[in-house]
């Protein structure tokens, strides 16, 4: 008998490919997405969707009853949001998560929260284990941290099953190529395929772990199936590190532009490396990354090419 499964965020980037693979293995889905920065376009039609906000405890109890799992990914995703606005961020980030939390233990479902690798701050080891003091140095990682405490709390006070899986640079189809707070890969793919200049901050030896979307659907699925998990925290990442200039000249390379790379002044704020230790997810979910990052940038780039120039 197909499984229910709530999706909160579910119209969003990484949310709506989880829908689909839910959907394609003939579960049934429920999606809460406030479309706030989600899009009704990224939802197929076999999904049950309602507009509104993670909040609304009424509204994410309703949901949940009757679901084996929950799949908790709306937030707000944004480092600089949550610096410029902690108050309203850490309202959806963290209250959002205890709604959920305390919806899932009422009716017994599980939960997969997505965390960040922004909880583990910016110390200088590497790789990150989940082993290491978290040490978030945002609001938002702050409130990931959060997230994952409550988890553990709910677990031990509720018997709540539960993984959260602390994801490295997520990228791929589907992340608003027009925000401000997009990621690299998503900002140098449009620039190269319109001809821009791609922008590289500093000298471009700053290394980051690029995980693509669909492994990240993979750790979100294999999580879920956890044998009675215990508030489990897993990395979601490859366990490589790129450097943002050889980024810039795959990104070329695959595409075929003959965009530029300029130099610009580092940004503030920027960590020099982040990698994940994926060893531990390996062990404790089954999960290991397999989408090299050449396939990666070649689907991201399908992608933009289908969205035609207005993207
Ligand atoms: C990622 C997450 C963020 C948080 C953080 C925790 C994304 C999109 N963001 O931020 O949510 O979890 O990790 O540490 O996954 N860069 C350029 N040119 C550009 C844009 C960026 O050179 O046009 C550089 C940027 O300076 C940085 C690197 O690329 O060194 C990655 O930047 P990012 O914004 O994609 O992600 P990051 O790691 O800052």
Known sequence: MPAAYLVTGGAGFIGSHIVDALLARGDRVRVLDDLSSGSLENLPSGADFEQGCVTDYGLVARLTEGCRGVFH????????????????????????????????????????????????????????????????????GVQKLAGERYLYAFHRLHGLEGVALRYFNVFGPRQNPRSMYSGVITILCRRALRGEPLTVFGDGTQTRDFVYVRDVVAANLA?????????V??????????????????????????????????????ILHSRSDPSFAE?????????????????????????????
């Open 233 to 270: 925290i897993a990395n979601v990442g490859t366990g490589q590190a790129t450097t943002v200039l050889e980024l810039a000249v795959a990104i070329l390379k695959e595409s075929g532009s003959r965009s530029e790379i300029q130099f610009g002044p580092p940004r503030a704020g920027d």
């Open 283 to 311: 062990r404790a979910i089954g999960f290991r990354a397999r989408v090299p990052l050449k396939q990666g940038l070649a689907e991201t780039l399908e992608w933009f090419r289908q969205l035609g120039p207005e993207a």
């Open 223 to 231: 999580a879920m199936e956890v044998p009675e998990a215990q508030a």
């Open 73 to 140: 990914l709306a937030a707000i995703a944004s480092v600089p949001r949550s610096v410029e606005d902690p108050l309203s961020v850490d309202r959806v980030n963290t209250q959002g998560t205890l709604c959920v939390l305390e919806a899932a233990r009422r009716s017994g479902a599980r939960v997969v929260f997505s965390s960040s690798a922004a909880v583990y701050g910016d110390s200088p080891e590497l790789p990150k284990t989940e082993a290491m003091p978290a040490e978030p140095i945002s609001p938002y």
